[in-house]
């Protein structure tokens, strides 16, 4: 499946998909840092540059099928309505009702 739960495969898949050019450097966070550490908590502010909102949708879809990650940070970050769509679906997927 590959580290984070095989998130940078299925991140790549969902940039071609989505026409957008893969992020190397999210990549490599994902594949080295974040899964050396263990990190489960996916922050957005982490990322640089994530200013195009369009930069999100291959990110979301890819948590929207991860297992890794338990939580999501997403702070400050300008949505376009896909953007917010693919966000709602994401939480109301993950969602756990105590």
């Not at 790549?12 to 999210?26: E, N, Q």
């Not at 908590?41 to 291959?58: G, M, V, Y």
């Not at 376009?80 to 693919?86: H, N, S, W």
Request: proline share 4%; hydrophobic share 45%.
């Amino acid at each position: 499946m590959g580290p984070c739960g095989g998130f940078s495969r299925t991140y790549a898949s969902l940039c071609t998909y989505h026409g957008l050019p893969v992020r190397d450097d999210i990549v490599w966070d994902m594949d080295n840092i974040v899964f050396a550490n263990a990190v489960k908590e996916f922050n957005f502010a982490e990322l640089d540059d994530i200013d195009n909102s369009k930069d999100i949708l291959p990110i979301l879809g890819a948590l929207d099928v991860n297992r890794w990650f338990t939580s999501l940070i997403i702070r400050d970050t300008k949505l376009l309505p896909e953007g917010l769509a693919a966000l709602s679906t994401v939480v109301q997927k993950h969602l756990r009702v105590s």
